[in-house]
């Protein structure tokens, strides 16, 4: 329908069309290269103990993946936001990106396991998994803490994720 529109443009028109297209193009270069930064931000002032300020790049990039549909995108950085809540002494905050459970203790459908889950993300999966372990034993419910933690292992340790337990226990250990 578009290119039938187009090719019924005069030249003057067709011209401002194509500039416009380059225009949307170039802003949309301009915002994933922008989000990248952010990412890269939230990561840096996270490292350096500016906890606050990397929370709100965390939303800020979350807000971006989510309005672009990126939505395994957002359960991976829900992830790296929780982590920062965890380390600021608020692991119910973080608990509640991670899984957000109902009275039935059910996670919430958009809650990083769910979102993993969602995806067949089985690496978003073990890492949501380990993370909220981490995030109550913070809280002191040692044996919800455990019971992810050793699920989170169980999955890490299929042969096709061999690689993981180390990355999982290394956040629980430190």
């Keep these: 329908m578009i290119i039938s529109k187009y090719t019924r443009l005069n030249s003057s028109s067709k011209v401002k069309f194509s500039i416009s297209i ?11 290269s922008n989000i ?23 939303a800020k990039v979350i807000t971006y993946y989510r309005q672009a549909g990126n939505n395994k995108q957002v359960g991976r950085l829900k992830i790296e936001q929780a982590q920062v809540y965890s ?61 992810y933690l050793e699920q989170s292992l169980q999955k890490a340790q299929k042969p096709k994720n061999i690689g993981l337990p180390k990355s999982i226990l290394s956040g629980v250990l430190n």
């Design 87 to 147: 380390r600021l002494g608020q692991p119910r905050n973080a608990i509640k990106l991670l899984c957000n459970p109902d009275t039935e203790n059910k996670c919430d459908s958009d809650s990083s396991i769910e979102i993993a889950r969602s995806f067949k993300d089985e690496i978003g999966e073990i890492a949501a998994m380990g993370a909220l372990g981490d995030a109550y034993r913070l809280a002191g419910d040692y044996k919800v803490s455990v019971s």
């Design 22 to 32: 380059g225009q949307f193009v170039a802003a949309q270069s301009r915002d994933a």
């Design 36 to 58: 990248i930064q952010r990412e890269n931000l939230a990561r840096g002032y996270s490292q350096v103990g500016k906890l606050e300020e990397a929370i709100q790049e965390w």
